[in-house]
């Protein structure tokens, strides 16, 4: 029965996209079924987020639709499956095969929010603009939402931010497997505190840190797919990495150790080895490509990699662990308010991409990364503002069903439909939510400080869903209470900011206007034909994993 759920969601996604011949590729992360979209005019926004199983949909460099922890990775397989069924029964099925790798042509700030007012289109800050009118429906809070977020995805589509938001790619497909080791460890730890099962105890070891130990061959293999070159000729770069026979090679003086670099030096080695194998292709003759381009490309990068990155990568990997371990031994109070404050902004300047090689850098050095935790407080703040806006406006039932429909996968982690469906279109109620995530960030790092430090084994979850992943340097139920505690100073933090600073009295008069008020242009309020949520249109943040 569950197979025929996940068939019949994925049957109800297809030709609301377009239909199989309007796709160039398809992939899922954590949470979203990422897209490739040829002709965006044919996708219908209103009536995907009508769809019961949909939380919501983001429009970034791919098309991508929320559907949650777990239940997309049972719908995608079923969508691939109904897609290769397409193209291979319709004559009109003359579309490329589909490839991970091909872009998605970049939706136009118009064509992604259509009902939204110029005013809000052209605003130059994250919150509402004082000219344009209030939104009082979840319809108007979608419109608003899409708005801004298309806005401030024009401004980041700078040569910086789009190279991180490619680096984040490189990490998306290694979530699943980082996510399961760091579970299994949980697991391994836990049976060695107790003392059960010491026959299984070592075989729990190994299957927890074998894809730690190989992770830069991922990564390499990663990045040579994501930045155009031949993903095998990456991985095989970055394997000398974590060769044990580098032990015998001397680098600037001293003698190699396997590992030395980590995914910094195979990230570095793999774009190395991209720029190397695309010269070869360009100069090689063709008769002689399929010998000397992958031995050049493999010698080259090779020997530069092992006498000069692994090196370099190396000192960088321990300049991080060794600051971020003083940060937060030593001002680890105020470094987590002013990280789990700041995320959310971060998320929206797409400058939060950057901290992913930071946090598997960590989790490969330590066995878990510090910093998640703190900035996933920032969920917290927004869980706890919008219980605060639900209270204070009892009237509106159009928001109220939206954050209803939101919450449960707000509690999870996936904050998106609350920040661009709820808080952001408000305003004010956005940054009492990063006042919330500032609290609970300061109260983690505070505990950072006095030594009970708090880490995940893996990136992706956050919220109630990191619970399984999380480690420190004391006892498990410490570290598990420290964490709760945490999260209940971000959502009472969040809540009570917003409840007693979110409105202004006229705003908060409009916004409870006679329930039955409808919406702009004759939506209706409330839920939708189908029984689904207004769901709002979301852009990457706190589930972008």
């Not at 991209?274 to 020997?303: F, M, N």
């Not at 006229?506 to 409808?518: F, H, M, S, W």
Request: proline share 8%.
């Amino acid at each position: 029965m569950p197979e025929d759920k996940n068939r019949a969601t994925a049957a109800a996604l297809l030709p609301l996209v377009g239909g199989a011949e309007n796709l160039t590729s398809i992939a899922h992360c954590m949470t979203r079924l990422r897209l490739g979209i040829r002709d965006r005019s044919l996708v219908q926004d209103e009536a995907l987020r009508a769809l019961p199983a949909v939380m919501g949909v983001v429009e970034d460099d791919t098309y991508q639709i929320v559907l949650g922890p777990g239940t997309v990775a049972r719908v995608t397989p079923e969508f691939e499956r109904l897609v290769e069924q397409a193209r291979t029964t319709t004559p009109e099925a003359l579309a490329p095969p589909v490839s991970p790798r091909a872009p998605a042509p970049a939706p136009s700030p118009a064509s992604a929010a259509p009902s939204a007012s110029p005013s809000a289109a052209s605003a130059s800050a994250p919150e509402v603009p004082s000219e344009t009118p209030a939104p009082t429906t979840a319809e108007e809070l979608a419109a608003q939402g899409a708005a801004l977020k298309a806005r401030q995805k024009s401004r980041n589509s700078t040569p910086v931010k789009l190279f991180l938001r490619r680096i984040a790619q490189i990490f998306v497909p290694l979530i699943p497997a980082l996510i399961g080791c760091g579970i299994i460890a949980g697991i391994n730890g836990l049976l060695t505190n107790l003392g059960w099962l010491p026959s299984v105890v070592p075989a729990l070891a190994a299957l927890a840190s074998g894809f730690l130990s190989l992770i830069a061959v991922f990564v390499g293999y990663q990045t040579a797919r994501e930045f155009g070159g031949t993903p095998i000729l990456g991985g095989a770069v970055a394997a000398v990495i974590v060769f044990p026979g580098v032990a015998h090679v001397t680098a600037f003086g001293q003698k190699l150790a396997p590992g030395q670099g980590g995914v910094l030096g195979a990230l570095a080695a793999a774009l190395l080895a991209v720029r190397v194998e695309k010269w070869c292709r360009r100069h090689v003759p063709e008769a002689l490509d399929v010998l000397i381009t992958p031995t050049l490309t493999v010698l080259v990068t090779g020997l530069v990699t092992i006498f000069g990155l692994m090196f370099v990568a190396g000192e960088v990997a321990t300049a991080i662990g060794t600051f971020a371990t003083w940060l937060l031994a030593h001002g680890g109070a105020f470094a987590g308010l002013v990280l789990g404050g700041l995320f959310l902004p971060l998320v929206m300047l797409g400058l939060h991409q950057a901290l992913i090689p930071i946090h598997t850098t960590l989790i490969e050095q330590q066995g878990y990364t510090v910093l998640l935790p703190i900035l996933a407080m920032a969920g917290a703040g927004q869980v706890g503002a919008a219980l605060a806006v639900y209270l204070r406006l009892p009237r509106n039932r159009s928001i109220r069903t939206t954050i209803k429909s939101a919450l449960p996968a707000g509690f999870l982690g996936v904050g998106e439909p609350l920040i661009y469906g709820v808080s952001l279109p408000l305003g004010r109620p956005f940054i009492t939510a990063c006042i919330g995530g500032a609290c609970g960030g300061g109260f983690v790092g505070f505990f950072n400080q006095l030594g009970d430090t708090v880490g995940s084994t893996a990136i992706g979850p956050s919220g109630w869903a990191l619970f399984p992943l999380v480690k420190g340097n004391q006892n498990l139920t410490t570290t598990l209470v420290v964490y709760a505690l945490g999260l209940a100073v971000g959502y009472l933090t969040g809540f009570l900011a917003t409840y007693f600073f979110g409105f202004g009295k006229e705003l908060r008069a409009e916004l409870n206007a006679d329930p039955g008020t409808a919406a702009p242009h004759g939506a209706p309020a409330g839920p939708t034909a189908t029984g689904g949520p207004a769901a709002p249109s979301t852009p990457a943040g706190l589930g972008a994993r």
